[in-house]
């Protein structure tokens, strides 16, 4: 099992210090660790969710360990050799115990450590007693009971000895943790049953936790959300806390949805996503450590993409910049400063750690994890995947009565009620495949394609971005179509309000392409596919980069081809090949020519689409070009299928002109030595085909040089 991305709450992972270590770093190293627990004022103990009192405790007991500590290290004589074995065990007992009470104050946490109070008090238990143990084998020199000890530091000693053994005894949840746990679990079990919760006792539950608003409320289940993934990204289906994870985010859910009217997010009345993609932009009750005050969010914005950086580094001029965006910026040859315009000496890229800590308190805050650099995107997807059938009766019963509660509002809400339920369906199918189809089940497809025609521009965003997530399941895209929503959609494409809207109802028509029914539906409707070309030919990267990949699967009918020419596809694609096609210092104008690339070599598929690619000898030429430029062995294989439609349809005039451009032969070569086993098909078929043109049409002496070399070669 590959392991996971982060610690794991309640884990408590220690370093222990090396044996050969000298007393003094390791005494300074205690007091910075027993002064950093101790400085848990007890206001601070007193917010946590649970364990308030045995916390309290344990922060006292870290206080008289410290000012014991600080009595050994003024005194005249320091700790001998003789005394690393005790104050090591002592600084691992620490570790534990600044992490233990890291997890109990952690931000978006707060109802996993409440149902997971018996854990904590457990594991507190142990690290107290580590404590006692610790400081009872201290050296008589150190522990007040030697003649050079002064009478401070032997009564210290045994002051932090009698109070972590009477602690660790008696550390447990407080008595309203035990009644909030079990109003948790009464709740679960009305999901397990269909029975629909008392709204006060989901109140009292939240109150003790201290989830007070809607943000409070999205942040605990994007922390759970999270957990899940996570669980299944690493193997952890089985894992016996993934069931209370799924109940408890359910819980959350509901309450979410169903006891709060008002949504405290910014990201609400503009339709934005912020909350559902990286979690609560919200001001979020800060856990005991987050990000310094003095630090802005923009200063931690890669000055590239301007997207928060999660793998910060610093270049030889000592501007930070995220990992992936300096690379792409240097591997497309600038060796220059992106923010002061210097030459960069050097290429190494030296992780900027401080700048790291400081994004992952600020994405803890929010109680979102930091994922590794390394984390696949292909692992998350398979983990959402997993996410398609519940995980225990009681997420089940949770998710389904918050879709039924949502769709009602749908349909005889208010306009205002109408607003907050699109956005919940929106966030509420982001990211979870049993949500999605508990939403279709309830019969949101229908209502969601009527609030299309929504007066407000954030109901009509968040409609299409819900129909989006709805239409990635078999039985969403099956519920759209009946519903009678194909030209709705289609319409959404070219006149809804916001440029995101009409990105998105693009991909809601990439996703129902996969079906070749509904893309013979689709390609019917008059408008379809002139609009897509519209959108490829003039929207953004993401709205052009949607339409591209929709038109590709419109094109699986052979008469949508037709379509496609006389709407202008070949003219807009060949844009998309120019030198001005890219967005900016990235290489999504590269993406951009790869699809456009593939999407030609669908349409050269028949005799109509080769003959409009033809009709432009300039972008034959470029065609060519872009054999010999790209990068990728895919955009290779679909750039010599297209010259090889392009052979087969346009016949000898068009092997013509390919044999005259000095640069196809080498390209054809290589593509047939290094290739993929397609694209050396057709390079060694289009080899042979202009090799016969030219032998049928003149003596292989009068050959142009420049086109077939001294000699024809077959392969």
Same mark, same amino acid.
């Given at each position: 099992?590959?392991?996971?991305?982060?610690?794991?709450?309640?884990?408590?992972?220690?370093?222990? #210090?090396?044996?050969?270590?000298?007393?003094?770093?390791?005494?300074?190293?205690?007091?910075?660790?027993?002064?950093?627990?101790?400085?848990?004022?007890?206001?601070? /103990?007193?917010?946590?969710?649970?364990?308030?009192?045995?916390?309290?405790?344990?922060?006292?007991?870290?206080?008289?360990?410290? &000012?014991?500590?600080?009595?050994?290290?003024?005194?005249?004589?320091?700790?001998?050799?003789?005394?690393?074995?005790?104050?090591?065990?002592?600084?691992?007992?620490?570790? @534990?115990?600044?992490?233990?009470?890291?997890?109990?104050?952690?931000?978006?946490?707060?109802?996993?450590?409440?149902?997971?109070?018996?854990?904590?008090?457990?594991?507190?238990?142990?690290?107290?007693?580590?404590?006692?143990?610790?400081?009872?084998?201290?050296?008589?020199?150190?522990?007040?009971?030697?003649? !050079?000890?002064?009478?401070?530091?032997?009564?210290?000693?045994?002051?932090?000895?009698?109070?972590?053994?009477?602690?660790?005894?008696?550390?447990?949840?407080?008595?309203?943790?035990?009644?909030?746990?079990?109003?948790?679990?009464?709740?679960?079990?009305?999901?397990? &049953?269909?029975?629909?919760?008392?709204?006060?006792?989901?109140?009292?539950?939240?109150?003790?936790?201290?989830?007070?608003?809607?943000?409070?409320?999205?942040?605990?289940?994007?922390?759970?959300?999270?957990?899940?993934?996570?669980?299944?990204?690493?193997?952890?289906? *089985?894992?016996?806390?993934?069931?209370?994870? &799924?109940?408890?985010?359910?819980?959350?859910?509901?309450?979410?949805?169903?006891?709060?009217?008002?949504?405290? *997010?910014?990201?609400?009345?503009?339709?934005?996503?912020?909350?559902?993609?990286?979690?609560?932009?919200?001001?979020?009750?800060?856990?005991?450590?987050?990000?310094?005050?003095?630090?802005?969010?923009?200063?931690?914005?890669? #000055?590239?993409?301007?997207?928060?950086?999660?793998?910060?580094?610093?270049?030889?001029?000592?501007?930070?910049?995220?990992?992936?965006?300096?690379?792409?910026?240097?591997?497309?040859?600038? +060796?220059?400063?992106?923010?002061?315009?210097?030459?960069?000496?050097?290429?190494?890229?030296?992780?900027?750690?401080?700048?790291? !800590?400081?994004?992952?308190?600020?994405?803890?805050? +929010?109680?979102?994890?930091?994922?590794?650099?390394?984390?696949?995107?292909?692992?998350?997807?398979?983990?959402?995947?997993?996410?398609?059938?519940?995980?225990?009766? &009681?997420?089940?019963?949770?998710?389904?009565?918050?879709?039924?509660?949502?769709?009602?509002?749908?349909?005889?809400?208010?306009?205002?009620?109408?607003? @907050?339920?699109?956005?919940?369906?929106?966030?509420?199918?982001?990211?979870?495949?049993?949500?999605?189809?508990?939403?279709?089940?309830?019969?949101?497809? #229908?209502?969601?394609?009527?609030?299309?025609?929504?007066? *407000?521009?954030?109901?009509?965003?968040?409609?299409?971005?819900?129909?989006?997530?709805?239409? @990635?399941?078999?039985?969403?895209?099956?519920?759209?179509?009946?519903?009678?929503?194909?030209?709705?959609?289609?319409?959404?494409?070219?006149? /809804?309000?916001?440029?995101?809207?009409?990105?998105?109802?693009?991909?809601?028509?990439?996703?129902?392409?996969?079906? #070749?029914?509904?893309?013979?539906?689709?390609? +019917?409707?008059?408008?379809?596919?002139?609009?897509?070309?519209?959108?490829?030919?003039?929207? /953004?990267?993401?709205?052009?980069?949607?339409?591209?990949?929709?038109?590709?699967?419109?094109?699986?009918?052979?008469?949508?081809?037709?379509?496609?020419?006389?709407?202008?596809?070949?003219?807009?694609?060949?844009?998309?090949?120019?030198?001005?096609?890219?967005?900016?210092?990235?290489?999504?104008?590269?993406?951009?020519?790869?699809?456009?690339?593939?999407?030609?070599? +669908?349409?050269?598929?028949?005799?109509?689409?080769?003959?409009?690619?033809?009709?432009?000898?300039?972008?034959?030429?470029?065609?060519?070009?872009?054999?010999?430029?790209?990068?990728?062995?895919?955009?290779?294989?679909?750039?010599?299928?297209?010259?090889?439609?392009?052979?087969?349809?346009?016949?000898? @005039?068009?092997?013509?002109?390919?044999?005259?451009?000095?640069?196809?032969?080498?390209?054809?070569?290589?593509?047939?030595?290094?290739?993929?086993?397609?694209?050396?098909?057709?390079?060694?078929?289009?080899?042979?085909?202009?090799?016969?043109?030219?032998?049928?049409?003149?003596?292989?002496?009068?050959?142009?040089?420049?086109?077939?070399?001294?000699?024809?070669?077959?392969?």
């Amino acid at each position: 099992m590959p392991p996971p991305s982060r610690r794991r709450m309640l884990e408590l992972p220690a370093v222990c #210090p090396c044996e050969a270590i000298a007393p003094a770093p390791l005494l300074a190293s205690l007091l910075a660790l027993a002064a950093d627990v101790a400085g848990l004022r007890p206001a601070d /103990a007193a917010a946590l969710p649970a364990l308030r009192g045995a916390a309290r405790k344990a922060v006292r007991i870290a206080g008289l360990l410290l &000012a014991f500590l600080e009595a050994v290290a003024a005194s005249a004589e320091l700790p001998g050799d003789d005394a690393v074995l005790g104050l090591s065990e002592l600084h691992v007992a620490l570790q @534990k115990l600044r992490l233990l009470l890291a997890d109990l104050a952690r931000g978006g946490a707060r109802l996993w450590v409440l149902m997971n109070a018996e854990l904590a008090a457990a594991e507190l238990r142990v690290v107290l007693g580590s404590v006692a143990t610790a400081v009872d084998v201290l050296p008589a020199s150190v522990a007040g009971a030697g003649a !050079g000890a002064s009478a401070e530091s032997r009564e210290l000693a045994a002051m932090v000895s009698r109070h972590a053994w009477r602690a660790a005894a008696r550390a447990g949840p407080d008595p309203e943790d035990g009644r909030a746990a079990r109003g948790v679990r009464s709740v679960l079990a009305g999901f397990a &049953a269909g029975v629909t919760p008392d709204a006060e006792d989901a109140r009292l539950v939240l109150a003790r936790v201290g989830v007070d608003a809607w943000s409070d409320c999205a942040v605990e289940a994007a922390f759970l959300e999270a957990e899940m993934l996570e669980r299944l990204e690493t193997g952890g289906e *089985d894992d016996n806390d993934l069931v209370l994870v &799924a109940g408890l985010m359910a819980f959350l859910v509901y309450c979410r949805v169903v006891l709060f009217d008002r949504i405290d *997010d910014s990201g609400f009345s503009s339709g934005s996503s912020s909350i559902s993609s990286k979690a609560a932009a919200s001001a979020a009750r800060p856990p005991a450590r987050c990000a310094p005050a003095w630090v802005s969010q923009e200063a931690l914005q890669c #000055p590239i993409t301007l997207e928060l950086m999660t793998d910060p580094v610093t270049v030889a001029t000592g501007q930070t910049y995220d990992r992936s965006s300096i690379k792409k910026w240097i591997k497309n040859g600038c +060796r220059t400063c992106p923010v002061t315009g210097e030459r960069l000496r050097s290429a190494e890229l030296v992780p900027n750690l401080a700048a790291r !800590g400081i994004v992952e308190q600020l994405l803890l805050s +929010r109680g979102v994890p930091l994922r590794e650099p390394s984390a696949s995107s292909s692992k998350h997807r398979c983990a959402v995947d997993k996410t398609d059938a519940p995980f225990g009766a &009681a997420a089940a019963g949770g998710v389904r009565l918050a879709a039924a509660f949502l769709v009602a509002r749908l349909s005889r809400g208010t306009p205002e009620q109408q607003k @907050k339920a699109t956005y919940e369906a929106r966030k509420l199918s982001k990211r979870n495949v049993f949500h999605r189809a508990c939403l279709v089940e309830a019969g949101a497809v #229908p209502w969601l394609l009527h609030l299309l025609s929504s007066a *407000d521009a954030s109901v009509q965003d968040s409609a299409v971005a819900g129909l989006l997530n709805l239409s @990635k399941h078999p039985a969403g895209r099956r519920a759209l179509v009946e519903a009678g929503g194909l030209g709705l959609i289609v319409d959404a494409v070219s006149v /809804a309000a916001r440029v995101e809207a009409r990105q998105n109802a693009a991909a809601v028509l990439f996703y129902l392409s996969s079906s #070749p029914e509904y893309c013979e539906e689709i390609s +019917r409707i008059p408008e379809a596919i002139p609009t897509l070309v519209r959108l490829a030919r003039d929207g /953004a990267y993401r709205g052009r980069k949607n339409a591209l990949v929709s038109l590709y699967g419109l094109l699986q009918c052979p008469d949508a081809h037709g379509r496609a020419v006389s709407a202008g596809a070949v003219a807009a694609l060949a844009a998309l090949l120019g030198p001005a096609a890219g967005d900016g210092a990235d290489d999504r104008g590269d993406d951009l020519a790869v699809d456009a690339v593939a999407l030609l070599a +669908r349409l050269a598929e028949q005799p109509a689409g080769a003959r409009a690619v033809v009709a432009s000898s300039e972008l034959v030429t470029r065609l060519v070009d872009f054999l010999g430029e790209a990068a990728s062995r895919s955009a290779k294989e679909h750039c010599a299928s297209l010259l090889a439609s392009l052979g087969l349809h346009g016949g000898d @005039k068009v092997l013509a002109l390919l044999g005259k451009l000095p640069s196809l032969m080498p390209a054809l070569y290589a593509l047939i030595a290094d290739g993929t086993p397609l694209a050396g098909k057709k390079a060694r078929w289009l080899v042979n085909e202009i090799h016969r043109h030219y032998e049928q049409r003149q003596p292989p002496a009068a050959a142009p040089e420049h086109a077939m070399g001294d000699r024809v070669i077959r392969v």
